[in-house]
């Protein structure tokens, strides 16, 4: 069974060191053929954050694909955030913003939702969109095909919705008609999956992790990240698996089984 971990605004620069070593011993124990780290590595965009960020992703010995989030584009370095938001990102992580990867089993886009002259809002422009729904026309029948963002496609909580990704709907229903089975996103710190309900005949999940090593908890929500399992080219087991101080590992605390299929013809 091929195996994806997902990771999100760990924030580093606020990472707490008994998770990021629980952490670490989950990545040996799953052996995920990949780590998605979608957006928010860092708390401020530093040198040091990156480079904290960047040593830690390197231990996991582990392919990884990360987007940036907004906290990865500096915010008080006026001169930085007009001229060169993402160089210290691309020192860090690579010069792509936008990545992609696949295997027999797997295909994952990134897409890069912030924008400089935002603070924390995202958006997803119409270009994006359609760079995004040509990649997943490209897909073998048997990849599990997966959108990476950082700002929700989806919330449940009517405090959450200033947060939704600006053209949220428009891309959800043109990545959907591409074939996307799942979006992964993070932003707001809370785990949860729900499918969209637009267009009904072609399931599209929103999967969101809370913060994976960061202090910056949200409420009693602990430090959390997601196992997603890949059964048949129709099913999906998404896992949450949240940090317990008192065995100091991550435990898995919810599971959810998805149903992938297309109900109905194209």
């Given at each position: 069974?091929?195996v994806?971990?997902?990771?999100?605004?760990?924030?580093?620069?606020?990472?707490?060191?008994?998770?990021?070593?629980?952490?670490?011993?989950?990545v040996?124990?799953?052996?995920p053929?990949?780590?998605?780290?979608?957006?928010?590595?860092t708390?401020?965009?530093?040198?040091?954050q990156?480079a904290?960020?960047?040593?830690?992703v390197q231990?996991?010995?582990?392919?990884?694909l990360a987007?940036?989030?907004?906290?990865?584009?500096p915010?008080?370095?006026?001169?930085?955030?007009?001229?060169?938001p993402?160089?210290r990102?691309?020192?860090?992580?690579?010069?792509?913003?936008?990545?992609?990867?696949?295997?027999?089993?797997?295909?994952?886009?990134?897409?890069?939702?912030?924008?400089?002259?935002?603070?924390k809002?995202?958006?997803?422009?119409?270009?994006?969109?359609?760079?995004?729904?040509?990649?997943?026309?490209?897909?073998t029948p048997?990849q599990?095909?997966?959108?990476?963002?950082?700002q929700?496609?989806?919330?449940t909580r009517?405090?959450d919705?200033?947060?939704?990704?600006?053209?949220?709907a428009?891309a959800?229903?043109?990545?959907?008609?591409?074939?996307?089975?799942?979006?992964?996103?993070?932003?707001?710190?809370?785990?949860?999956?729900?499918?969209?309900?637009?267009?009904?005949?072609?399931?599209l999940?929103?999967?969101?992790?809370?913060?994976?090593?960061?202090?910056?908890?949200?409420?009693d929500?602990?430090?959390?990240v997601n196992?997603?399992?890949?059964?048949?080219?129709?099913?999906?087991t998404?896992?949450?698996w949240?940090?317990?101080?008192?065995?100091?590992?991550?435990a898995?605390?919810?599971?959810?089984?998805?149903?992938l299929?297309r109900?109905?013809?194209s």
């Amino acid at each position: 069974m091929s195996v994806l971990l997902h990771m999100s605004d760990s924030h580093f620069g606020t990472e707490r060191a008994p998770v990021l070593a629980a952490l670490r011993r989950l990545v040996q124990a799953s052996r995920p053929a990949l780590v998605v780290l979608s957006g928010d590595l860092t708390q401020r965009a530093r040198v040091a954050q990156f480079a904290a960020a960047h040593d830690f992703v390197q231990s996991l010995q582990v392919p990884f694909l990360a987007i940036p989030g907004n906290h990865d584009i500096p915010l008080f370095d006026l001169g930085k955030r007009l001229l060169a938001p993402y160089a210290r990102y691309r020192r860090a992580f690579g010069e792509q913003l936008e990545p992609a990867w696949q295997s027999a089993d797997w295909l994952v886009l990134g897409v890069n939702t912030t924008r400089w002259w935002r603070h924390k809002q995202g958006e997803v422009s119409p270009a994006q969109i359609e760079r995004v729904s040509a990649s997943l026309r490209l897909a073998t029948p048997m990849q599990l095909r997966v959108v990476v963002v950082h700002q929700p496609m989806a919330v449940t909580r009517e405090s959450d919705v200033g947060n939704l990704l600006r053209g949220h709907a428009q891309a959800a229903r043109a990545w959907s008609d591409a074939g996307a089975q799942l979006v992964l996103g993070g932003h707001i710190h809370l785990p949860y999956v729900r499918p969209l309900p637009d267009p009904p005949d072609r399931p599209l999940w929103v999967v969101q992790a809370g913060t994976a090593v960061s202090h910056r908890v949200r409420g009693d929500v602990p430090n959390s990240v997601n196992l997603l399992r890949r059964a048949t080219a129709d099913a999906c087991t998404v896992e949450r698996w949240d940090y317990d101080p008192a065995l100091d590992a991550f435990a898995c605390h919810q599971r959810h089984a998805l149903e992938l299929r297309r109900r109905h013809a194209s």
